[in-house]
């Protein structure tokens, strides 16, 4: 496990992470979110030594990570980038070697893991001639080629198309699945919804909500329920301890005082003709997260 | 959860510097522009000297044309192509059609006996082959002369100024490139910035001995070739040093441009903090070449580690250091090298991640 505790970092007296703490769990994804500016990229580039801590600490397994941990860490800056005029294939390469893979080694690797990314015909073209979405598949292929046991990705999703976005989450939750731990950024709130298991939120360099995505869920959850029946549900606000927000014949979004009101209100529906559903309404990341960085 | 999993072993420094510079090489060796521009440095060497070893052989002779009746005149003079005409008005027509730079005819009313005829200038060079000179003692035969003292000064001058900037330039560029393209983020992810670093100037400093040694080769083959070994005779010790001294001289400027390109982002912006290392490389260049036969400035020369690659050679090959000078002036030098070194990492490093506008000297000092 990847444990961050107590990180701060100033740049000429602005404070910019201030007591960042949380955990990267193996086996799971986090999704990390927070505004621009909100010290995302500082914190992954803390952890991966790129960027020295003013204090804190990064460990993993319960040991401080050190340089030599870093063959373990897979990373994927938040600024896209490989040398333009080498070849894919070599470009991989070069990077499994500096992570300390025997040049055969290397080779294999890379060459598995670019035909798995779908680059299996552009492994000699000059990475400058690939088009963007193929260089984010070269880049992808870059931070997983050492097999890292810690994944890092600074918005790994951003500039891909709906499809890309799909084959990058998918090896994401491979490498999870194979127990990795990763840990993503993302602007694009739905897709860091549907993907992760765990959440960490950050506002002005500090941590406002972190752990499990279905715990945080439950604990900004009020009792919002929806309901959708044949009748006419305007009956509903005359019921007490219940208040309407959305309204429209059959279908209606409704808070309620208390589980009691809400069974009330289900029985009542029932009795007033055929109910296709009826539903707690989960806050959506997008709510949760407005919520807590205010 | 398995920390451990992957089969890597780590990489020593050495490793990682050796990979890096590796792939500096490769990527040097396979830019058109690079092979290229240095294909055309070893043809212009060579081209120059079959050129000298042409003109050597080639200066038996001013073309005179000399009149019958006045050949005993010329009969001891070397460096002449004699062409033999007549009369006097044959000789003037060869000279006025260009094909002799001079007529040389009988002249009863001369002193000497015979007249030179030109077109429209004395034929200087003609006229110090006739002349009669005294006889010269030399009382220090063995000094080097001030022509070929000067060539020297000019070799190992524009030498290293052209190899220093060439591949100061180079380091620079492919230290901005990596900034720009981003891809520098990744690799100091991998390795430690020192070993990036390290690698990039190793790699550079490789090429450079590599086309310094070649250029060198390419010289001292060639004059051997085309009989030009008086010029060979006293360079060979001065070029062992030059070579020596700018293996460390080019460290110490990689390490410097290295450092001084990691301040910018964009390559258009190299110029603002290179541009005073450019004039450290240019200095020593027009130093030797105004001051090459003065000893006071060669001496001080040869012991600042930025004109020492240029100005102990020099020394050496006037015979004006003692055996200990060069080597005084290496540890200088190596010394200086080591600082530059630390110093240039320490910017290196405060600056790689630092994008956008130029990083200030005293931020990238400091951290």
């Known amino acids: 496990m990847l444990e961050l505790r107590g990180i701060t970092k100033s740049y000429g007296g602005r404070r910019v992470l201030d007591d960042v703490s949380f955990d990267v ?222 309204f429209d014949g059959g279908y209606a979004v409704f808070d309620a005082d208390s589980d009691e009101t809400a069974q009330r209100v289900l029985r009542r529906a029932v009795a007033q003709g055929d109910v296709a559903s009826f539903a707690p309404q989960h806050p959506t990341l997008a709510q949760i997260f407005k919520e807590v960085i205010q | 959860m398995s920390t451990t999993s992957p089969a890597a072993n780590g990489l020593s420094t050495a490793q990682g510097v050796w990979l890096v510079a590796e792939r500096e090489i490769g990527s040097k060796l396979r830019s058109k522009a690079f092979v290229i521009s240095t294909a055309i440095l070893f043809i212009g060497a060579l081209a120059l000297v079959i050129w000298g070893g042409f003109q050597a052989a080639s200066s038996s002779g001013t073309p005179v044309a000399v009149t019958t009746d006045a050949t005993r005149y010329v009969a001891d003079a070397e460096g002449l192509d004699v062409t033999e005409v007549a009369d006097r008005s044959a000789a003037e027509s060869l000279v006025e059609a260009g094909d002799v730079d001079a007529a040389i005819v009988a002249d009863p009313s001369s002193p000497l006996g015979f007249t030179v005829i030109a077109d429209s200038s004395p034929p200087t060079q003609l006229l110090l082959t006739l002349a009669q000179v005294p006889p010269v003692e030399l009382l220090d035969p063995d000094a080097v002369n001030d022509a070929l003292g000067y060539i020297a000064a000019i070799g190992f001058g524009i030498v290293f100024l052209l190899a220093a900037s060439l591949f100061g330039g180079t380091i620079a560029q492919s230290v901005v490139e990596e900034k720009q393209t981003r891809v520098v983020e990744l690799l100091i992810s991998a390795i430690p910035v020192r070993v990036l670093l390290a690698g990039k100037v190793i790699g550079n400093t490789i090429l450079a001995m590599a086309q310094i040694l070649i250029l060198a080769a390419i010289a001292i083959i060639g004059l051997t070739i085309t009989g030009q070994t008086e010029l060979l005779q006293g360079l060979g010790v001065p070029i062992a040093w030059f070579a020596v001294f700018f293996l460390f001289g080019f460290i110490l400027l990689a390490s410097l441009f290295a450092a001084a390109a990691s301040m910018v982002s964009r390559q258009e912006d190299i110029g603002s903090t290179t541009t005073p290392l450019t004039m450290l490389i240019m200095a020593p260049y027009f130093l030797v070449i105004f001051f090459n036969d003065n000893p006071v400035v060669l001496g001080v020369m040869s012991y600042v580690p930025f004109s020492a690659p240029v100005g102990m050679p020099m020394r050496l090959f006037l015979g004006e250091a003692q055996w200990w000078e060069p080597l005084v002036s290496l540890v200088i030098l190596v010394a200086t090298c080591v600082a530059a070194i630390l110093v240039g990492a320490r910017i290196y490093q405060n600056s790689l991640l630092r994008m956008g506008a130029r990083v200030k000297l005293t931020e990238a000092l400091n951290g």
């Open chain 1, 25 to 246: 769990r193996p086996g799971r994804l986090t999704g990390f979110v927070g505004g621009n500016g909100a010290g995302k990229t500082t914190t992954m580039r803390i952890v991966l030594g790129v960027l020295a801590k003013d204090a804190g600490t990064v460990t993993l397994d319960g040991a401080e990570v050190t340089a030599s941990h870093r063959r373990y860490f897979g990373y994927m800056p938040e600024e896209r980038g490989l040398y333009p005029k080498m070849k894919v294939l070599e470009h991989i390469v070069y990077l499994a070697r500096l992570h300390g893979f025997s040049k055969a080694d290397a080779t294999a690797r890379a060459t598995d893991l670019l035909e798995q990314l779908g680059l299996g015909e552009r492994l000699n073209d000059n990475v400058e001639t690939l088009s963007l979405g193929n260089q984010q598949r070269a880049q992808i292929a870059a931070a997983l080629v050492h097999d890292p046991s810690v994944l890092i990705l600074d918005e790994p999703f951003s500039g891909l198309d709906p499809l890309a976005v799909d084959v990058v989450a998918g090896v994401l939750q491979q490498r999870a699945a194979q127990g990795a731990a990763v840990l993503f950024s993302s602007h694009q709130l739905d897709v860091v919804e549907r993907l992760c298991d765990d959440l960490v939120i950050i506002a002005n360099g500090t941590i406002r909500a972190a752990g499990a995505r279905d715990r945080l869920r439950d604990e900004h959850s009020s009792r919002r329920f929806e309901l959708v029946s044949a009748g006419d549900a305007g009956w509903l606000r005359d019921e007490p301890g219940v208040e309407v927000l959305e």
